[in-house]
């Protein structure tokens, strides 16, 4: 005969077993597929609004200014879900800020943009909220960022040759690839 409490016992342990192969599947699976769904929306946002802005223009070499607002824009219809309140995107003349406000807090990203190789690089990339930035880590929004820009310039078979970045404007130099 067999002592009582061992049934409930064998229970609990295979709902704790069950529990921690869910948990294991949300880490593994979930969260990667949210940082890639992310960064995917961030992506199509930016190369939408940058191609947009010049649209129907036969882009040739040159200077071409981006306005940082209508990607902001562009990138909260993207992603306006889970709290999300609206995203502004600026410039001190050296950093971007992509400031993502929700429920009441705010986290910052920043990076500088450089050309390497003719193509935008998002350097030294941070973020001000650990839980924000663990969800999208901030180098991968800057890979985002990257090649949102670097796809819509290489289309046009141009290669960037500098970068200024304003208060609400990123200038781009290009030349022919």
């Not at 960064?39 to 940058?50: C, F, Q, R």
């Not at 947009?52 to 824009?73: H, K, N, S």
Request: with cysteine; hydrophobic share 40%.
């Amino acid at each position: 005969m067999r002592p009582r409490g061992c049934g409930c016992f064998s229970t609990l342990v295979i709902l704790v077993l069950l529990l921690v192969i869910c948990v294991g599947l949300g880490w593994f699976v979930g969260v990667p597929r949210l940082r890639d769904n992310v960064a995917n929306s961030i992506e199509h946002g930016i190369g939408t609004e940058v191609a947009g802005q010049f649209a129907g223009l036969d882009v040739p070499a040159g200077e071409y200014t981006v306005d940082l607002d209508a990607i902001a824009r562009q990138l909260h219809g993207q992603v306006a879900n889970g709290g999300i309140e609206g995203i502004t995107l600026r410039g001190d003349g050296r950093r971007l800020y992509l400031t993502v406000p929700s429920r009441g807090s705010e986290a910052v990203y920043s990076g500088v943009p450089e050309v390497v190789g003719g193509k935008l690089v998002m350097t030294d990339m941070t973020s001000s909220s650990n839980v924000l930035g663990f969800v999208i880590p901030p180098d991968r929004l800057g890979e985002a960022i990257e090649v949102g820009v670097n796809t819509f310039f290489e289309q046009q078979g141009l290669s960037i040759t500098g970068i200024q970045v304003g208060t609400d404007t990123l200038t781009v130099q290009t030349q022919p690839a």
